[in-house]
């Protein structure tokens, strides 16, 4: 109980707070329509219609959970009405990305790590790279991909793995040299090879710090696959959702996709917390 009671009061002040807002954002709509009837509102009115519009400025959280049961449960996974269906075209572009990524950022670190070279001349262009706006950048892959024949899943997984790679080349330079020099002299004393040294000491060093940089790739991935579905007019994904709820002004699809977004972001770092614990109470870690 002390851990779910905070909780459910962040909870709960998030949801007093979103209904107030949504009052103020949403109640001159209502007052210039029962102006125009010749209506004069009581408070508890003036509020229940600020909560119930077809296309408020900002929707109420029961109408946003209404959407997502009626999107969610009620229709069938395999429906294009369906925010499941939606959920897993998103999430396959990034969990591709999101693989990419990773084993980009392998690389690059332990070449880091490793190659002086490497450290003074690739990792300040591995940092300037995330100094370009994804928003700008993302229609120049599709295009150049396109151009080549290259469309559907890999565009928007090479834009998820643009973005993902990143933490884990940070966390993995960070990781692989974390082991002292005391430790680094133990095992020259035992005569390992850089190999061995790899293998028994930095890496297992390591796994704490490439796990909470996984994470972070992860939901930066989720971000890159739906920036990605923005500018090829994708018909399916949840980046196609919110692209066609903001044509259409339904604000109650956007946020119901958004709030999708985020339960499949926490879902996929949950999972990598899951396997973080299992790994690392296997290797005496945790």
């Known amino acids: 109980m002390r851990n779910v009671i905070p909780v459910l009061t962040v909870v709960l002040a998030i949801l007093v707070i979103w209904y107030g807002a949504a009052v103020m954002l949403n109640k001159q709509w209502v007052l210039d329509q029962a102006a125009r009837q010749d209506r ?19 929707p109420a959280p029961h109408q946003v959970a209404t959407e997502l049961w009626d999107t969610v449960a009620m229709k069938k996974p395999t429906s294009k ?9 998103t ?45 700008a950048i993302a229609p120049m892959i599709i295009v150049v991909l396109n151009a080549i024949g290259i469309s559907g899943l890999l565009p928007k997984a090479m834009i998820s793995m643009y973005l993902s790679f990143f933490p884990v080349v940070v966390g ?10 005391m430790q680094l002299d133990q095992m020259r004393t035992w005569s390992a ?31 890159g696959a739906i920036v990605g579905e923005l500018p090829t007019g994708a018909v399916a994904g949840l980046g196609a959702r919110l692209l066609a709820g903001s044509y259409y ?21 949950g999972l990598i917390g899951l396997i973080q614990r299992v790994t690392l109470k296997r290797m005496g870690m945790a």
């Open 40 to 58: 004069v509102l009581t408070t508890p009115e003036l509020i229940a219609e600020t909560w119930a519009q077809e296309k408020p400025k900002l």
């Open 81 to 89: 009405r369906s925010l499941v269906y939606h959920a897993w075209v």
């Open 91 to 135: 999430m396959s572009a990034t969990v591709l990305g999101f693989g990419l990524g990773t084993l980009l950022g392998f690389a690059l670190a332990v070449g880091i790590v490793y190659n002086r070279v490497m450290d003074k001349s690739v990792m300040p262009w591995v940092i300037a790279s995330q100094t370009i706006p994804i928003l």
């Open 172 to 181: 993995m330079v960070k990781g692989l040299r974390s082991p002292d020099s």
């Open 193 to 223: 090879t850089r190999a061995q040294e790899f293998w028994r000491l930095r890496l297992p060093a390591s796994m704490p710090y490439l796990f909470a940089s996984m994470k972070i790739a992860m939901a930066a991935s989720l971000v």
């Open 249 to 269: 002004g339904q604000t109650i699809q956007i946020w119901s996709a958004l709030l999708m977004a985020a339960a499949l972001a926490a879902a996929l770092v």
